[in-house]
């Protein structure tokens, strides 16, 4: 265990301060080709883990590992729900912008494609990163975690949708929201969600194990 004096504590507050950073470009980065979004932000999750630990190693090679790691199962599941949300966002407009009257029915199924599939993407991100697995069986299972979690997957809801939520409502903080997301808002969003994350699936490989041991 670590004993801290003062100016180890500050030091070690500021270099994780920096890890943040640095971790918020490098996943930015990562996103811009819109296609490896997933890959990006599964990387970033996994490096989230690592940070917890008190040996870790280059915050940089660990993102790289982790992004060619995981960018195969991380791009093929991003692509399929982010099709899914292009879909039901589509016949949200459609309902609201193009039908007269409000089209009630590609509202409510617009409405809840666009839920589905962005509940799912909160969880494929951390079981892509801790898992190994077929697309198809992390699509399946982010699935039962995105509705068999519904608390914490309404908690994820609230960290990620938070400043969209904001902006919306106030544009006067649309500048300000932009800065904290280009120098450490996604690394913040990543370490709150990693706390629901950690404690979701620990507490489901504890139960896993426990009833393998009946």
Not at 23 to 34: A, D, E, R, T, Y
Request: with cysteine; hydrophobic share 55%; glycine share 8%.
């Amino acid at each position: 265990m670590l004993n801290f004096t003062s100016e180890n504590k500050i030091i070690w507050i500021l270099g994780k301060i920096g890890q943040f950073v640095l971790l918020n470009f490098l996943v930015l980065l990562g996103c811009i080709p819109i296609v490896t979004i997933g890959a990006s932000l599964s990387a970033g999750a996994r490096c989230m883990k690592k940070m917890k630990e008190p040996e870790g190693g280059i915050l940089t090679l660990e993102f790289f590992h982790a992004f060619a790691a995981d960018v195969k199962q991380a791009t093929g599941a991003w692509l399929v729900l982010a099709s899914v949300m292009v879909l039901g966002a589509g016949d949200i407009y459609y309902a609201i912008r193009i039908a007269e009257p409000v089209n009630m029915f590609f509202l409510f199924f617009g409405g809840m494609l666009f839920f589905v599939a962005v509940s799912m993407l909160f969880w494929i991100f951390p079981l892509v990163a801790n898992y190994d697995n077929r697309v198809k069986g992390h699509l399946t299972n982010a699935f039962l975690f995105a509705f068999g979690k519904l608390p914490a997957t309404l908690l994820l809801w609230c960290i990620w949708g938070s400043p969209v939520i904001l902006c919306y409502f106030r544009p006067v903080f649309t500048s300000l929201v932009g800065y904290i997301i280009v120098f450490f808002g996604v690394a913040l969003q990543l370490w709150l969600s990693h706390l629901i994350w950690d404690h979701t699936l620990c507490r489901e490989e504890t139960l896993e194990v426990h009833s393998v041991g009946r």
